[in-house]
């Protein structure tokens, strides 16, 4: 395990046109903040002039991502090089962010690793390694944010899952079982929350497939290089979902119209998306490229030369993305189907009428 490495950089006065951002002065804590989602996370808050507490593994891409959110506004950004599996690091990365930032307001874990790989050709140690960022590595990041916010008694944690925690897909069961675990822990934990009346929120926000470099570092098993399946998003487009949960704290959030047809999808007809997924999601997530032999992954080390926001499926990716409430959307859909069936109903008893 990585040991933490902090340091802290201070926007200078120049940046005082932030001073009035949304989150000038807060201190937001993101997981995974090197690349990616949470890279452009970060972006989002740096706008906002809010201090940033940046962890990832590797040290040259985090430092690199600090100085790109100075120049975008951030207050203050800090940086801990560690693996978000070694809870004792996660724990004393939180401890130094408090000292050198201050409280922190908001937690976002965005860490995970996957395998493109079928069931019987993973290994447990990759397997295990898996689970343990994108899972544990959740659950480390909720405990180290709750040491310090249930003595204050406010605070947020963001939780990022996927629509992949409502239907798992193959090639990525490693994956899929952790953002299914992640949905259970934040659920239990957030009754746990109301049941101590501590005035912390906890959302959970689930993504659909998004263009970042996991489908050039992931590791694979399959002949041809990994891809995105479906519609892809940019992932700042995600950020906004992001951003905007850290503002109205909802209970959770569906990114985009695939995470609503795949949630709502699989509450109607499980056993069909069985059938199809089996018929299309092989082939759907492989590009024509073959995968090179010295191809290297992040699985057990970073690579610092893909840490960056973007992948490479930008010319087939949005821009912007459907927020739906995933509460206020689960009533839309039971009312919808109540009233259908009291059309049905109701058409029904209109023609035995008239007979």
Same mark, same amino acid.
């Given at each position: 395990?990585? +040991?933490?490495?902090?340091?802290?950089?201070r926007?200078?006065?120049?940046?005082?046109?932030?001073?009035?951002?949304?989150?000038?002065?807060?201190?937001?804590?993101?997981?995974?903040?090197?690349?990616?989602?949470?890279?452009?996370?970060?972006?989002?808050?740096?706008?906002?002039?809010?201090?940033?507490? %940046?962890?990832?593994?590797?040290?040259?891409?985090?430092?690199?991502?600090?100085?790109?959110?100075?120049?975008?506004? +951030?207050? +203050?950004?800090?940086?801990?090089?560690?693996?978000?599996?070694?809870? *004792?690091?996660?724990?004393?990365?939180?401890?130094?962010?408090?000292?050198?930032? @201050?409280?922190? #307001?908001?937690?976002?874990?965005? +860490?995970?690793?996957?395998?493109?790989?079928p069931?019987?050709?993973?290994? !447990?140690?990759?397997?295990?390694?898996?689970?343990?960022?994108? /899972?544990?590595?959740?659950?480390?990041?909720c405990?180290?944010?709750?040491?310090?916010?249930?003595?204050?008694?406010?605070?947020?944690?963001?939780?990022?899952?996927?629509?992949?925690? &409502?239907?798992?897909?193959?090639?990525?069961?490693? &994956?899929?079982?952790?953002?299914?675990?992640?949905?259970?822990f934040?659920?239990?934990?957030?009754? *746990?929350?109301?049941?101590?009346?501590?005035?912390?929120?906890?959302?959970?926000?689930?993504?659909?497939?998004?263009?970042?470099?996991?489908?050039?570092?992931?590791?694979?098993?399959?002949?041809?290089? !990994?891809?995105?399946?479906?519609?892809v998003?940019?992932? *700042?487009?995600?950020?906004?979902?992001v /951003?905007?949960?850290?503002?109205?704290k909802?209970?959770?959030?569906?990114?985009?119209?695939?995470?609503?047809?795949?949630?709502?999808?699989?509450?109607?007809?499980?056993? &069909?998306?069985?059938?199809?997924?089996?018929?299309?999601?092989?082939?759907?997530?492989?590009?024509?490229?073959?995968?090179? !032999? #010295?191809?290297? #992954?992040? %699985?057990?080390?970073?690579?610092?030369?893909?840490?960056?926001?973007?992948?490479?499926?930008?010319?087939?990716?949005?821009?912007?993305?459907?927020i739906?409430?995933?509460? %206020?959307?689960? /009533?839309?859909?039971? @009312?919808?189907?109540?009233?259908?069936?009291?059309?049905? @109903?109701?058409?029904?008893?209109?023609?035995?009428?008239?007979?």
């Amino acid at each position: 395990m990585l +040991a933490t490495s902090v340091e802290t950089k201070r926007s200078p006065a120049a940046h005082a046109s932030r001073e009035n951002g949304a989150w000038a002065g807060r201190v937001v804590v993101i997981t995974g903040a090197a690349a990616g989602l949470g890279r452009a996370t970060a972006v989002r808050f740096a706008r906002e002039g809010a201090c940033l507490g %940046l962890i990832s593994r590797d040290e040259l891409a985090l430092r690199e991502t600090a100085e790109q959110l100075t120049d975008a506004g +951030a207050t +203050a950004t800090c940086i801990a090089a560690l693996d978000v599996s070694d809870p *004792e690091a996660v724990f004393a990365a939180a401890e130094k962010f408090e000292r050198e930032l @201050g409280p922190i #307001d908001l937690w976002i874990n965005d +860490a995970m690793l996957t395998v493109f790989s079928p069931v019987h050709e993973l290994s !447990p140690a990759e397997f295990h390694r898996v689970t343990e960022t994108t /899972y544990l590595g959740m659950v480390h990041g909720c405990m180290a944010a709750l040491k310090h916010m249930r003595p204050r008694k406010r605070g947020h944690i963001i939780n990022i899952g996927s629509a992949l925690a &409502y239907r798992g897909i193959p090639l990525q069961s490693a &994956y899929c079982g952790a953002k299914h675990a992640i949905r259970g822990f934040t659920a239990s934990l957030r009754t *746990e929350i109301e049941h101590d009346k501590t005035g912390i929120a906890t959302s959970i926000i689930e993504m659909p497939a998004m263009n970042t470099p996991q489908f050039d570092w992931g590791r694979t098993h399959m002949p041809r290089q !990994p891809r995105p399946m479906g519609t892809v998003y940019q992932p *700042e487009a995600a950020a906004e979902a992001v /951003y905007r949960a850290a503002q109205k704290k909802p209970r959770e959030y569906w990114v985009g119209w695939p995470t609503f047809l795949t949630i709502v999808g699989n509450m109607i007809a499980p056993d &069909y998306l069985d059938r199809y997924l089996a018929r299309t999601a092989f082939g759907g997530q492989e590009t024509s490229k073959p995968v090179s !032999p #010295d191809r290297k #992954d992040n %699985l057990c080390a970073p690579l610092t030369a893909l840490h960056r926001i973007h992948g490479r499926f930008g010319s087939i990716s949005k821009a912007h993305a459907l927020i739906l409430s995933g509460s %206020l959307t689960r /009533y839309a859909v039971v @009312g919808a189907g109540a009233l259908a069936f009291f059309a049905l @109903g109701a058409a029904a008893g209109a023609l035995l009428r008239r007979r």
